[in-house]
């Protein structure tokens, strides 16, 4: 018999296009409780109809998440979020960065976090088949600890 553990870590999930939605799925899934936020709003009904929470901004998504998790368009839309949590994020929070951004963006963020928030750079392998059926790759990076 399959044993679940229930997790207690309360995680946002910022973005839910083609990837992040089955991404956080996959979290509600595990038993996570969940905050969802998207630019377009109606695309986080079914993750809310499952038991997700829809927050109204970034900043109320992340307010008090332990991890937050951004799967976005690319660079500037990772800025403008980061732009909108950065103020929101709970010291000591992880923030797992998964949108495909490149190494400038992400050092740009770990410094404007810098001893305030964990950043994990976690970009995946794999497409929206490998996101639904929770087989993607991550390849994180970063501080030992926080990976």
Do not use: C
Not at 2 to 27: D, I, K, S
Not at 54 to 76: E, H, K, N, Q, W
Not at 118 to 145: F, H, M, R, Y
């Amino acid at each position: 018999m399959e044993q679940r553990t229930q997790h207690t870590e309360r995680v946002a999930f910022l973005g839910l296009g083609h990837m992040g939605a089955p991404m956080a799925r996959q979290l509600l899934a595990a038993g996570h409780p969940l905050t969802v936020w998207n630019r377009t709003a109606a695309k986080a009904g079914p993750l809310v109809a499952e038991g997700a929470r829809l927050a109204s901004t970034p900043a109320d998504a992340v307010r008090d998440a332990d991890v937050v998790i951004t799967m976005l368009a690319g660079p500037d839309a990772v800025r403008s979020v980061a732009d909108a949590i950065l103020p929101a994020l709970r010291e000591g929070a992880y923030w797992v960065e998964m949108s495909t951004v490149g190494p400038d963006v992400v050092r740009e963020l770990g410094e404007r976090v810098a001893g305030r928030v964990t950043l994990v750079d976690a970009p995946v392998a794999g497409s929206t088949d490998k996101a639904a059926a929770g087989q993607l790759g991550i390849l994180a990076g970063g501080d030992a600890d926080g990976v």
